[in-house]
């Protein structure tokens, strides 16, 4: 089982809203991504966490903030969001974050699609 | 910058051939080399791994790796339509200290013709 789940499938927000993409998987992992992904672009990295740290921030703006609550959930938290922020926002998990090939292997969600109107 | 280069496309081939899909990066260290397969507002889906030199074969799809040329390809035998879709060129590539992370090429578009 390679199940990465992702909620809601689909979010309209308005530039003052807040609200949380949610991630889960059961697989063991414990390194998460969250990737934002434009219409014809390829999966742009967002953040890392590995072992629930922060790992890696691809210098991305604080109106996200990412967490990790257990190494089972990562959540993504949006605030004051602009309308160039639409995008499908993907999260991914994979057995580690260094060491052996096969625990490199990244595992998608199928993405929430995020609107700010 | 380390960076992944793939050929835009669009690709266009006819069901049966076999479609040949290009992929250079530039990091000489980079170990691990991914192909994802995404469909039209679908999330990517996992094709390939590849971390030796020469070809690994599942089904109709092998991977090719040229770690001297920096250089990975992915070959579609027997293409279905099933099969249009873009295919994303991923390169595990060292952030700094024991830090990694996936670089992705911007991703050939396959087209295959019934």
């Known amino acids: 089982d390679t199940e990465v789940t992702q909620t809601p499938k689909h979010l309209v927000m308005g530039m003052t809203n807040k609200k949380s993409l949610k991630c889960e998987q059961h697989?063991?992992?414990?390194?998460m991504y969250w990737y934002k992904q434009k219409a014809k672009k390829p999966p742009e990295l967002m953040f890392v966490?590995?072992?629930?740290?922060?790992?890696i921030n691809e210098s991305v703006p604080s109106r996200f903030s990412p967490e990790c609550p257990n190494s089972s959930l990562l959540n993504l938290h949006l605030h004051a969001l602009q309308p160039e922020d639409s995008a499908l926002y993907l999260c991914?998990?994979?057995?580690?974050?260094?060491?052996?090939?096969?625990?490199?292997?990244?595992?998608f969600g199928a993405g929430t699609r995020l609107s700010v109107l | 910058q380390k960076e992944v280069e793939q050929n835009s496309g669009p690709l266009s081939v006819p069901e049966g051939a076999i479609a040949s899909l290009n992929c250079t990066y530039s990091?000489?260290?980079?170990?691990?080399f991914f192909w994802y397969r995404q469909y039209s507002g679908k999330s990517p889906e996992l094709i390939m791994s590849?971390?030796?030199?020469g070809d690994k074969e599942d089904g109709r799809f092998t991977a090719q790796l040229n770690k001297a040329s920096q250089y990975v390809s992915l070959l579609i035998r027997d293409s279905q339509p099933s099969d249009s879709a873009t295919y994303l060129c991923?390169?595990?590539?060292?952030?700094?200290?024991?830090?990694?992370?996936?670089?992705f090429g911007k991703g050939t578009l396959l087209t295959v013709n019934p």
């Open positions: 697989m063991g992992h414990r390194a």
């Open positions: 990091d000489r260290v980079s170990q691990s």
């Open positions: 991914a998990s994979s057995q580690g974050l260094a060491g052996g090939l096969a625990k490199n292997i990244q595992y």
């Open positions: 590849i971390y030796s030199n």
């Open positions: 991923a390169v595990r590539i060292n952030s700094g200290g024991s830090n990694y992370k996936l670089t």
């Open positions: 966490y590995s072992y629930e740290k922060l790992s």
